[in-house]
């Protein structure tokens, strides 16, 4: 049996950064040729990425917009521009894409109470995108499928059936098929790579919270309220974090991401 010790170490230095790495245009660009090679090599005419508020990342991954409590989808072509469709908020919110996109407006992503009158059906926006019927459609959403869970695994999606349905209707039920592992399978996806640049925007990220949770532990006293720590992490909002922020003590230390507050 194994011995084992408990050392008490230091915790390691501040490690507070100047300047937060940032993807830069021309990799987002690298990224599409990535996802085209991916379409090519099966036989896709069209990509659709859906996306929205907690569900963005390969939204995010392909353009840098990430949706504003609404939803967005990416229409990739085979070839051309590609058509980011966005609600009324993502219309305002459209420049942080930093791949060259045409912007579509499609109320129908907004929230409820906001306004509809200006936007076309779906059917008609991905009509004018160039899906007709025969066309060769992958939809990425959060989650591929296997065998083991579904008989027909290709055609289940967890993109919204109000989506889904109209890409269906237009290219043919069998011509639309789940792709959602070209970017999330953990071997081959196309997220699971990082080049040096992605490296530093990661790392850079990290210090940033590590300095935090430092200021956190170091600021650690009895009596001290979750509020008071949470503050000793001075995050600012930036850079995007993968989770929500949570300090709990107590009982409500296994809570997690819970919300009790009704409006």
């Known amino acids: 049996m194994k011995k084992i010790r408990i050392v008490e170490i230091e915790l390691p230095e501040d ?7 940032e993807i830069n245009a021309l990799q987002y660009q690298d990224r599409l040729n990535l996802v085209r090679n991916a379409m090519e090599e099966r036989k896709l005419d069209f990509l659709v ?12 991954y392909v353009t840098g917009y990430d949706p504003r409590f609404e939803e967005s989808i990416l229409v990739i072509p085979k070839r051309g521009t590609p058509y980011l469709l966005v609600g009324n908020e993502g219309l305002g919110y459209k420049d942080v894409a930093k791949l060259p996109v045409e912007i579509v407006l499609f109320q129908t992503f907004g929230l409820m109470g906001q306004p509809r009158d200006k936007s076309d059906s779906l059917e008609s926006v991905l009509k004018d995108t160039g899906i007709e ?4 459609v992958g939809l990425v959403g959060t989650k591929y499928f296997r065998e083991k869970e579904f008989c027909s695994p290709q055609y289940s999606i967890d993109v919204p059936s109000f989506i889904t349905d109209v890409v269906r209707s237009l290219a ?3 011509n639309v098929v789940n792709q959602t592992d070209i ?9 699971t790579f990082l080049n040096a640049e992605d490296i530093a925007a990661f790392e850079s990220a990290s210090c940033i919270v590590y300095s935090g949770v430092r200021r956190l532990l170091l600021g650690l006293r009895e009596g001290i309220s979750e ?6 992490l001075a995050y600012a909002g930036f850079p995007p974090l993968s989770c929500h922020i949570t300090v709990g003590f107590g009982k409500n230390a296994l809570l997690g991401l819970s919300f009790t507050l009704t409006l």
């Open 183 to 191: 970017f999330m399978h953990p071997e081959r996806g196309l997220r």
């Open 172 to 174: 043919g039920y069998e």
């Open 15 to 21: 490690k507070t950064i100047d300047n937060y790495v």
């Open 227 to 232: 509020y008071e720590a949470a503050a000793l």
């Open 133 to 136: 019927k025969g066309s060769k």
């Open 49 to 60: 990425i859906y996306g929205d508020r907690e569900h963005f990342a390969n939204l995010h």
